[in-house]
Each structure stands twice: as C-alpha cells, then as structure tokens.
C-alpha cells in the first residue's frame, strides 16, 4: 500500500530516509519498503511518522489536503477507536460478519478490533476510511475537531 506523501513529507523536511528510519527506530530498508510501497508501514508507525512531522495520518495516506488538525492528539486510543469503528458499523446498519466480509478479513479479527482487543491493521483501516468516507484520525481519537 502505497502513500506518496510519506516521501513528500520527508522530503519537505529535509531529510533522507536512513534520518526518518532512525527517529522511527527501524532499518533503512523497511522505510524505504514504506515509502515506495513494496510493504504497508504498521499503524503505530504511521502515527509515530505523522507525530515527528507534525501531520494528519489523513493527510499522509491522501484522504485529507489539511496537513495538521487543530486539536490533534498524539496518541492512538484503543478504546476510543473500537468505539468508533462499533459506531461505524451500527450506523451502517451491518453486523460484524457483514463488515468484516466488506474489508476482506474474518469476524474474530473485526470484534478483536471492536472490543479493543487489537488494533486495526494499516489496510483494514484506510480501506474502511475509504468505503464509508470517515477519518483515519477521527476513529483513531486523534482528531479532536468538531
């Protein structure tokens, strides 16, 4: 999965890739596996990378030209984010066998997500973002604007 504006970012900063690797505390070789989009960067260090460059998670995967949140958090919050995502899917009007047959994946791993068991993948959340047009951040509880 692929997010150009991670390179956008880095670059606008300054920096090479071997810096933003370091700062986020993996290889040269992940990050640039990220950046060119051969592999999908983990949620947390996606939000890790938005929190080094003072940037939205919307902005970076493309949903969202508004950099930065006025009432950011820093933080992914667990429980918020099964909150959202049970608020998501009632408010769909689906079940969690439903949802889960949507986004390509089993409805163990959806409740997990849910009950703020486990937090959703990198592609499982952007492909819910997409379908049912809601931010990545909101879900997340990183986004405080009304």
Known sequence: MQFPRLKEVREEAGLKQKEVADALGVTKGSYSMWECGTDTIPLRRLN???????????????????????????????????????????????????????????????????????????????ELSKKYHYSIDKILGKNLDE
Do not use: M
Not at 63 to 87: Q, W
């Open 48 to 126: 890790q990378f938005c929190n080094l460059f003072n940037v939205s998670i919307d902005y970076v995967v493309g949903f969202s030209n508004k950099k930065r949140y006025a009432n950011a958090h820093p933080d992914i919050k667990l429980k918020v984010t099964g909150e959202n995502l049970k608020k998501i899917r009632t408010k769909k009007n689906l079940t969690q066998t439903k949802i889960a047959e949507e986004l390509n994946i089993n409805q163990p791993t959806w409740n997990r997500y849910e009950k703020s068991k486990t937090l959703i993948l990198t592609v499982v959340i952007v």
